[in-house]
């Protein structure tokens, strides 16, 4: 079923003698089994092959995972409880949250720091992280790697600690989450 949707959304990339190579964007796969429905897929730019079920390469294909900064509080929080805070102990705290289609959100508290009249000074930011739930499967490794190249993307002026911090934010965050949609 996926590998006929993945067929009709792609265009063929190459053919070589059995095998048959399409292309979504900046991404080529090919079918390894028409039964189970497991593909092979890499990035154009990627020389490393990787492999899995059609259904979760569809959904990575239809539903990216998005790092969005809010500027007010979402609607969809609404009435919503945090499900953690992380970094409790330290000056600053992370809150978690989960919408009814179970994206993250968190609130950091010092996000953006400003010298304003010689003090530093901080303020709320909020994000919003979508696509998660279709990758409730993965590995945690998987979903890291993958929140880490979109955040670096997005935050590009960032130097290696901050991405660093910024990993490790996002480790304890998805640890909670995943605990959290487990639970359900």
């Known amino acids: 079923m996926y590998n006929e949707k993945l067929i009709e959304m792609s265009k063929i990339y190459k053919q070589f003698k059995d095998a048959t190579f ?3 964007d900046n991404i080529i796969f090919r079918i390894m089994d028409t039964e189970e429905e497991y593909i092979s897929w890499r990035y154009d730019y990627d020389i490393f092959w990787n492999w899995g079920k059609s259904e979760s390469f569809y959904n990575r294909i239809i539903n990216p995972i998005q790092l969005t900064i809010l ?3 979402p609607k969809e929080l609404k009435g919503k409880k945090k499900i953690a805070t992380i970094n409790k102990e330290k000056e600053w705290k992370i809150q978690v949250f989960i919408d009814d289609d179970y994206n993250l959100y968190y609130q950091d508290n010092h996000a ?3 010298r304003i009249n010689g003090e530093l000074t901080g303020y709320k930011a909020r994000f919003k992280i979508s696509g998660l739930y279709e990758r409730r499967d993965y590995h945690i490794i998987d979903l890291l790697n993958e929140v880490n190249k979109i955040s670096e993307k997005q935050y590009y002026k960032n130097n290696v600690a901050d991405n660093i911090a ?3 934010l996002y480790e304890s965050m998805l640890l909670e989450y995943l605990k959290y949609i487990k639970e359900i």
């Open 112 to 114: 953006f720091v400003s």
């Open 166 to 168: 910024l990993s490790r």
């Open 22 to 24: 399409y292309k979504i």
């Open 71 to 73: 500027s007010k509080r």
